[in-house]
């Protein structure tokens, strides 16, 4: 650590009322730092675990039901013919929606709604993605659509923080910026 590493912690120390750990022994207060943290980490990783699936759940009931009418709505017939949330690991945080394009089993022309994790991964690291949100102006607290057919991934006007407080039945901002997406025009 250079001096103004160790000058921003101990700002940060004293900004966050934390400056008295430096009257205990410095073996005992670095240990019990650590320790402090490494349970305020354990906890944030559960609650934030848990607002993401609060989120994928709303999300693709959103998808579902009226992001899937005004697809259909503008393509006509039932474009939508099935929405899931199946996918594990680091890919969970995504909300798939196979449409009339794709053939029933194929993924080639399936849309995609990632946040979070997934969002990052995909952006940043997944080779699939030929066509990517410049890592520097990505904002993770925003979705993410991608579309299996052009191998692209761009960043949505809507943010998580909407999904978790229930998007609006006639909220058509998705259904633009997909649009936009299957028409190359984003």
Known sequence: MDNH???DFVTAMCETGEARRYQQ????????FASDLADQA?????????????????????????????LSETYGG??????????????????????AD?????????????FGPTAWFANEIDKDWSDT????????????LTHSKHGRIVQS????????DGLD???KRLHDELISLVDRRL
């Open 78 to 99: 039932e474009y939508v013919f099935a929405v899931d949330i199946g996918f594990s690991g680091i890919y969970q945080w995504t909300v798939n929606i196979h449409t």
């Open 5 to 7: 590493s160790a000058v």
């Open 133 to 144: 949100v410049d890592p520097a102006d990505a904002d993770y607290s925003m979705l993410f």
């Open 157 to 164: 006007s809507v943010g998580l923080s909407e999904v978790l």
């Open 169 to 171: 039945p006639s909220d």
């Open 42 to 70: 354990r906890e944030m990783m559960t609650e934030s675990r848990d607002v993401l699936h609060r989120a994928k759940g709303l999300l693709r009931v959103f998808c579902a039901g009226p992001l899937a009418a005004q």
């Open 25 to 32: 022994h410095p073996e005992v207060a670095a240990t019990q």
């Open 102 to 114: 794709t053939e029933r089993r194929s993924s080639d022309g399936r849309l995609q709604i990632k």
